[in-house]
């Protein structure tokens, strides 16, 4: 019997999408100057910068991703063998039970049968425990991973003047997007500065996506 494996991709293929529209904050009142000048500003050919990551050369190229990813995967590795020596026990009791079980009287056998089961229905709940654990600790890093990217992309965003950006990947449900476009190297190149408590290097904003 596995363990319930790895579902990193599943969370993941959101964790860099950030909106940041802020032409559209305000108040009650839908128009607003910071709207009114959008829409001059559109209407007049300007159109607002947007950007896209490439989430799967982001979580390839992210220190904190891959750390992670490898501390999961040691830790499903350990939880495994713990649950396998466990049930190495449990087989190791049926086994004996099976050989002796001639030399028992009934009520013997019935009161052993009876304790092995209850170990079998221990050993599956140990099971389903150690899959819950695993999936809380999952949970636990996606939300990590969420939070450090969308508060990197909110601060650069801002810098940058970006109205928009979007992850790009495979079925994404984006058909094209052209390369001028594509800021994941700078994030990447940030997000590691960041992780590793460097200094991170202001990158000019015309060198990372058209307007």
């Known amino acids: 019997m596995k363990i319930a494996s790895l579902a990193l991709n599943i969370v ?3 964790a860099v999408i950030y909106l940041y529209v802020i032409h559209f904050s305000g108040g009650g009142d839908n128009s607003t100057p910071a709207a009114d000048s959008a829409l001059s500003s559109t209407a007049a050919g ?3 910068r947007i950007a896209y990551v490439n989430s799967d050369t982001l979580l390839e190229n992210y220190a904190f991703f891959q750390t992670k990813r490898e501390e999961l995967e040691q830790r499903a590795e350990d939880l495994q063998k713990e649950y396998e020596n466990r049930a190495r026990g449990l087989q190791n009791e049926i086994s004996n039970f099976q050989q002796n079980a001639g030399t028992m009287t009934m009520n013997q056998a019935r009161a052993v049968e009876e304790d092995l089961r209850k170990k079998q229905q221990n050993l599956m709940q140990y099971q ?3 899959s819950g654990q695993l999936m809380e600790e999952e949970g636990k890093v996606n939300d990590d991973l ?3 990217v969308s ?3 909110e601060d650069y965003g801002k810098n940058k003047d970006f ?3 979007l992850t790009y990947t495979k079925n994404s449900g984006v058909l094209y997007a052209d390369d001028s476009l594509d800021i994941t190297q700078q994030v990447v190149e940030g ?3 960041e992780y590793s408590g460097a200094p991170t290097t202001e990158v000019p904003a015309d060198s990372t996506a058209t307007e």
Do not use: C, D, G, S
């Open 46 to 48: 300007t159109m607002p």
């Open 151 to 153: 508060n990197f992309l």
């Open 12 to 14: 993941l293929a959101i």
């Open 163 to 165: 109205k928009l950006v």
């Open 128 to 130: 389903q425990n150690l």
């Open 191 to 193: 997000l590691n500065q």
């Open 146 to 148: 969420y939070e450090r």
